[in-house]
């Protein structure tokens, strides 16, 4: 009876993960997804996550049940990494292109988009490129070898410990609406080795700002 008792009174699972493919106009893309248990009306906008470049959506494997808990979450295998498809060429333009095509086949009217290193700059290109899909973006390792695309969505920008400081001019001309916040404690597996510390920035930035 007592061993019983303590079972019925675990707290249920807040949050959920599965994995599925959905198609885009390169073939299909590989999809983690994470989402609150609650399935009530209250969730707050839903998120993508995308991965650096020789990467993919394990990237995100313990931060995805962090972030998840008061929004759906999807992290796609970018075109031609993980056990997506590959488009016709590795430009950002494609793997946006991609992204947009997750978002439009989910229907959803408005994303927030969490993006690392070479996931960032895919970020911008789909920012610049569908700014009434894109509501705030969360960057980590800008790439400043090439030029940005200027976006006008809120942002906040995680400085980390690989990023070189002669980037920083160009990320803020691109990112005017952009909070700027160092997180040079952490390496570069900073999802890895913080993701509850992460979620709860992320989510802070997030919930502070009217959504729009």
């Known amino acids: 009876m007592t061993k019983t008792a303590k079972l019925s009174t675990q707290s249920p699972l807040a949050v959920r993960s599965r994995r599925a493919y959905f198609d885009c106009q390169f073939g299909q893309l590989h999809v983690r997804t994470a989402f609150p248990t609650t399935g009530g009306f209250d969730e707050q906008v839903t998120m993508f996550c995308l991965h650096p470049a020789q990467?993919?959506?394990?990237?995100?494997?313990?931060?995805?049940?962090?972030?998840?808990?008061?929004?759906?979450?999807?992290?796609?295998?970018l075109p031609g990494c993980g056990e997506?498809?590959?488009?016709?060429?590795?430009?950002?333009?494609?793997?946006?292109?991609?992204?947009?095509?997750?978002?439009n086949d989910l229907r959803l009217r408005q994303i927030d988009?969490?993006?690392?290193?070479?996931?960032?700059?895919?970020?911008?290109?789909?920012?610049?490129?569908?700014?009434?899909?894109?509501?705030?973006?969360?960057?980590?390792?800008?790439?400043?070898?090439?030029?940005?695309?200027?976006?006008?969505?809120?942002?906040?920008?995680?400085?980390?410990?690989?990023?070189?400081?002669?980037?920083?001019p160009m990320a803020r001309a691109a990112l005017p609406n952009g909070k700027f916040v160092d997180v040079a404690e952490y390496a570069e597996?900073?999802?890895?080795?913080?993701?509850?510390?992460?979620?709860?920035?992320?989510?802070?930035?997030?919930?502070?700002?009217?959504v729009g």
Do not use: C, H, N, W
């Open 84 to 103: 997506s498809d590959p488009s016709p060429t590795s430009a950002t333009t494609d793997a946006a292109a991609a992204v947009s095509d997750l978002a």
């Open 55 to 77: 990467g993919s959506s394990r990237t995100f494997t313990r931060f995805l049940p962090e972030i998840a808990d008061v929004r759906s979450v999807y992290a796609p295998d």
């Open 113 to 168: 988009v969490l993006g690392l290193q070479t996931g960032a700059a895919v970020a911008l290109q789909l920012a610049a490129a569908r700014p009434d899909l894109v509501r705030r973006l969360v960057l980590v390792g800008v790439p400043t070898a090439d030029p940005l695309p200027t976006v006008k969505q809120p942002a906040l920008v995680l400085r980390a410990r690989f990023e070189p400081a002669s980037g920083l």
């Open 189 to 210: 597996d900073l999802f890895e080795a913080a993701p509850k510390t992460l979620a709860k920035q992320i989510s802070a930035f997030l919930s502070s700002l009217t």
